[in-house]
């Protein structure tokens, strides 16, 4: 993913066509050791395509993927019932949890 980061933000500051040495030169500065064969591919793989393009061919791709949980199921006729007697035990559970606060901040402090 940082090859292809490093590719967009090659093109995005005015490098149409980026090569191996200008994903290596940007991974360099920010400190990232970068694997000339992993740069070659990126570079094959995307060369010849404007950024417009691979946006329009990921978004398709992107359809099948799942963003998140689905709606959840609304209860059954009745069901609201057995939901609203066990939502008294829930509050009497939380209450009876003892609250623990941790000073453990691991040597860091926020105002330190």
Do not use: C, Q, W
């Amino acid at each position: 993913m940082r090859y292809v980061a490093s590719y967009l933000l090659a093109v995005l500051g005015g490098n149409e066509h980026p090569s191996v040495a200008d994903i290596e030169n940007i991974l360099g500065a920010v400190g990232i050791d970068a694997d000339g064969e992993k740069a070659k591919l990126v570079v094959s793989k995307l060369k010849g395509k404007t950024i417009s393009e691979l946006i329009a061919e990921g978004s398709k791709h992107l359809v099948s993927v799942s963003g998140g949980g689905g709606a959840s199921a609304a209860p059954a006729t009745g069901g609201s019932a057995p939901a609203a007697a066990s939502a008294p035990a829930e509050e009497k559970k939380k209450k009876e949890e003892p609250k623990e606060e941790s000073d453990d901040d691991m040597g860091f402090g926020l105002f330190d």
